[in-house]
């Protein structure tokens, strides 16, 4: 009987689940019919005190009533830590999620940039400064994600006059999709694979699953596009003008989503008072052994994050054979030690940007709709954060039924965009007005630079997203 199974039956997570899947062995071992199982299992989550000495149910009965316990004792803030909102007519579900979010325990200030929607724990666009802890599903799943930009020394006409040389350079520098990986002989190389990956049992065991995907750009809304760059602003260090770029959104991966998953869990185990609506912002205490060797594996996952990045630029520019003028980039998904309101607190980003003064930032658009280059203002009121991109309007599965490829074809064609591949569920009209999302944040970013996609390549229809 499997973990959906026990959970159908009543069964709470961690512990109990745990003790639950030994006591089905036994009751297997000792005779007892398979179909009487799920009886026997459903009296004792109904009735725990009735079982607290049987011989075979004895450790589950006890787990239940201990787990029921300690959610009894959950104390929220007396007062919901504060947030501030920048947009209008946000998701409904985000702002549950940060409302839900400031009433942990360990909360202190939180905020919710203008491409706020839906997520795990915390929302999409969720910003929250906690004390002395992290919680994993704050971070989020794709630890690290980040955006990467560099401008390229060829003419804007390449765009069109070599198009196909692009596209196959995409297509053979990096790879798309979950479990996409380069074979051995074309394997990346990169110091970040002489870091300590032993640092944790699941970066262990990962590495090399890490290695064969380093240099890969996952699925979901993960991209490489090549664009026109127009710099409005000499702060970037470029002449004002129009230059051809070469764009990236991707992130840590395979390992980072197992690094991710483990230590989630391991989160929500360790905090079974936590209601069903807080149970995915369980946090680990910084000064545990679990919060330490979390925090250290997703400082190895920003760093292979950026490796990947890194890789995929330093191929495409060479298999070109130019010369990069600038390159820019940020992440989010992430967690920073930061100071605010004069005490030292831990500040997760999903989704959001780091947008500390004199900060250079990139907040893409859509496949069809431009993104970007800002400098951040450091607002305090915002934890020094920016939206990380348009934001989704609508659900994957919402968008897939609402749009047919012919509708999306003339959309790009009318802006002059070429796709190489994508799912559906990645149009443009599945987002947000980009234009919206940054009017909405004039306080937070200063736009420096707009970059406009024309040749973009995601991962293929039917894939499963990763972000």
């Given at each position: 009987?499997?973990?959906?199974?026990?959970a159908r039956l009543g069964v709470p997570s961690g512990e109990p689940m745990r003790l639950a899947g030994t006591a089905v062995r036994d009751a297997r071992q000792m005779g007892i019919p398979k179909r009487d199982i799920p009886g026997l299992i459903t009296a004792v989550v109904k009735n725990p005190h009735d079982y607290t000495d049987d011989d075979l149910f004895g450790d589950l009965a006890t787990a239940i009533l201990a787990q029921q316990a300690a959610q009894t004792s959950f104390q929220p803030r007396a007062e919901p830590a504060p947030y501030c909102v920048w947009g209008e007519d946000l998701d409904p579900n985000s702002i549950e999620q940060m409302e839900n979010a400031v009433r942990l325990p360990v909360s202190v200030r939180g905020a919710l940039m203008p491409?706020?929607?839906?997520?795990?724990?915390?929302?999409?666009?969720?910003?929250?400064?906690?004390?002395?802890?992290?919680?994993p599903y704050a971070v989020g799943v794709d630890i690290a994600c980040r955006m990467k930009m560099t401008v390229l020394d060829m003419p804007l006409t390449t765009l069109r006059g070599e198009e196909k040389?692009?596209?196959?350079?995409i297509?053979?520098?990096t790879r798309f999709g979950i479990g996409a990986k380069f074979p051995k002989s074309q394997r990346r190389d990169h110091p970040v694979l002489d870091a300590d990956w032993n640092i944790s049992s699941i970066t262990r065991r990962f590495r090399d699953k890490a290695w064969e995907q380093l240099g890969t750009s996952g699925s979901g809304n993960h991209f490489v596009e090549f664009g026109i760059l127009e710099v409005l602003d000499e702060g970037l260090g470029l002449p004002l003008g129009q230059y051809l770029a070469l764009l990236s959104h991707s992130g840590s991966r395979g390992t980072g989503a197992s690094v991710a998953s483990y230590y989630s869990k391991l989160a929500m185990n360790m905090h079974p008072e936590l209601p069903k609506q807080l149970r995915h912002l369980a946090w680990l205490d910084m000064d545990t052994d679990a919060g330490r060797e979390y925090w250290q594996?997703?400082?190895l996952m920003g760093q292979y994050a950026a490796a990947n990045h890194a890789c995929i630029h330093k191929h495409i520019a060479k298999a070109l054979g130019v010369k990069v003028l600038l390159?820019?980039?940020?992440?989010h998904n992430f967690a920073w030690?930061?100071?605010?309101?004069?005490?030292?607190?831990?500040v997760h980003r999903k989704g959001a940007t780091p947008a500390g003064e004199g900060v250079i930032g990139i907040i893409p658009g859509s496949m069809g709709t431009p993104?970007?280059?800002?400098?951040?203002?450091?607002?305090?009121?915002a934890l020094q954060s920016a939206a990380h991109g348009a934001g989704r309007r609508m659900s994957r599965r919402q968008a897939k039924k609402s749009f047919t490829w012919s509708e999306v074809k003339k959309y790009l064609r009318e802006r002059d965009v070429k796709l190489i591949s994508a799912g559906l569920d990645e149009v443009p009209m599945a987002y947000k007005d980009i234009d919206e999302v940054m009017a909405a944040q004039t306080d937070l970013v200063e736009i420096l630079a707009r970059f406009d996609p024309k040749l973009v390549k995601m991962a293929p229809a039917g894939e499963r997203p990763e972000d």
């Open positions: 009987m499997n973990a959906r199974k026990l491409d706020a929607h839906l997520g795990y724990g915390l929302p999409i666009g969720g910003v929250l400064a906690v004390h002395n802890a992290v919680i040389r692009l596209i196959n350079v297509n053979r520098e594996a997703m400082q390159d820019i980039e940020n992440h030690i930061e100071e605010h309101d004069g005490e030292k607190v831990v993104g970007y280059v800002v400098r951040g203002l450091g607002n305090e009121a």
